[in-house]
């Protein structure tokens, strides 16, 4: 049953902090029930919220599969940058997209902040694609996809030993928001949460929705679990066959609504046992929050699709009246450079010929001509990279990402209606 435990504080801390903050003494840190045949029963409205949910998740599925498998890295993209703004870390989509380059050629003059973003960004997508695709998820999985997360902190890897806890003072316990379980419950907390991960009991979205929980309720490291609770949501979700080819900004939903978000954490985590009315009650509550969240950012998600459909009809439009002008009446071949590098342009905003020539398998020649005459027709712009050396860029897309993330950021999803209700960028010139 779910429960607060009783634990003695004793701390290590003798000067330099003010008196009360190296006190000892007692506080309750929580353990949550078992997932693993935990009853479930939920309302009718509930399970109707569910099934409007996951209609929506699938046509934006249908909708990537069906010509737009960019959309899932444009996506992927958006929700990596905005996630390392939650996180104090805000380079901009450009930069981001420049170190993404960076990781296969050089690219001169890239931050420290971009390179970070762009190799997680890579890290946890690979990550989560293994853990995706395993025949069963271990706690193994859970630890590389936090070393994924946590390159340049070795010393915090792994399962904590030491007790953690979310709000108050950095050095007790007594002022917390919320107390996790003491390290000697969290391995076998863990244990049940990939057991439960394993199975299918429970729709996608419940399963998801549940193993977050639990996850962000074990807290079982010393750093990172945000980061790697918001993995697991998308990892679980492909896992199960719901987003097969789509990344959802559910985690970015949740940032915007941070007071539901706590409230319907802690509903979740309620005393008593399993079966009781009032833990059924709260894990409904739950469900609900999350079952929200993933219906808004499918919506999002859709509407940035509908963006990105302008943007092809505006391309088409340049590309077929710059040849024009330059008396070619021909429609352009379908397996042309220009119409490749259009077609996945949502997925790789910057390029350069030697990227071209990787990505769609053309000849170098054809990848550079095909890079100027796209710069000749108004679709990409150039920036340096090096000496002697320049890249290729769609600043339409770029700047697209950062509207999005301030839609985003609004509760009501328009900046102009409600301001951001969370660190944001910038509107585009």
Not at 203 to 228: C, K, M, W, Y
Request: with cysteine; hydrophobic share 40%.
């Amino acid at each position: 049953m779910g429960t607060w435990e009783p634990r003695h504080w004793e701390s290590e801390v003798d000067s330099g902090v003010p008196r009360r903050e190296r006190r000892s003494g007692e506080f309750c840190a929580y353990i949550p029930d078992l997932l693993t045949d935990a009853p479930l029963t939920l309302s009718s409205s509930t399970s109707r919220l569910l099934a409007e949910a996951e209609s929506a998740v699938r046509r934006l599925d249908r909708r990537s599969a069906n010509g737009l498998a960019s959309l899932s890295r444009f996506l992927l993209r958006s929700e990596a940058i905005a996630s390392s703004r939650i996180e104090g870390i805000a380079p901009s989509a450009k930069k981001i997209a420049l170190a993404e380059l960076g990781q296969s050629e050089d690219v001169e003059g890239l931050s420290d902040t971009a390179i970070l973003v762009a190799n997680n960004m890579t890290a946890v997508r690979d990550a989560s694609q293994r853990v995706a695709d395993t025949g069963a998820i271990t706690t193994d999985h859970l630890l590389e996809l936090q070393r994924s997360l946590l390159t340049d902190a070795p010393r915090l890897h792994g399962v904590r030993t030491a007790q953690n806890w979310l709000g108050g003072s950095s050095h007790h316990p007594f002022d917390a928001e919320f107390v996790p379980p003491a390290p000697d419950h969290v391995q076998g907390l863990l244990d049940d949460l990939v057991d439960y991960m394993n199975g299918a009991a429970h729709s996608p979205i419940v399963h998801a929705a549940l193993t977050h929980a639990q996850f962000e309720t074990i807290h079982p490291f010393a750093d990172g679990n945000g980061r790697v609770g918001r993995a697991i949501i998308h990892t679980l979700l492909t896992r199960r066959g719901l987003t097969a080819s789509s990344i959802l900004p559910v985690s970015l939903i949740f940032a915007t609504f941070r007071d539901e978000y706590i409230q319907g954490l802690t509903a979740y985590r309620r005393d008593g046992s399993a079966e009781s009315q009032q833990t059924v009650d709260g894990k409904e509550t739950w469900i609900v929050v999350f079952a929200e969240a993933v219906l808004h950012a499918a919506d999002r998600a859709e509407e940035l699709a509908d963006d990105i459909d302008v943007l092809r009809d505006e391309w088409t439009t340049l590309i077929t009246d710059h040849r024009r002008a330059e008396g070619r009446s021909r429609a352009l071949r379908s397996d042309s450079a220009v119409t490749l590098i259009l077609n996945e342009l949502p997925g790789t905003p910057v390029l350069t010929p030697a990227a071209v020539t990787r990505i769609h398998d053309v000849s170098s020649q054809a990848a550079h001509t095909a890079l100027d005459t796209l710069h000749a027709a108004g679709i990409l712009e150039t920036a340096s990279i090096g000496r002697g050396r320049r890249a290729y860029l769609s600043s339409d897309l770029l700047n697209l990402i950062s509207v999005a993330e301030r839609k985003l950021a609004s509760t009501r999803f328009d900046t102009r209606l409600s301001p951001p209700n969370r660190p944001a960028p910038a509107r585009p010139s």
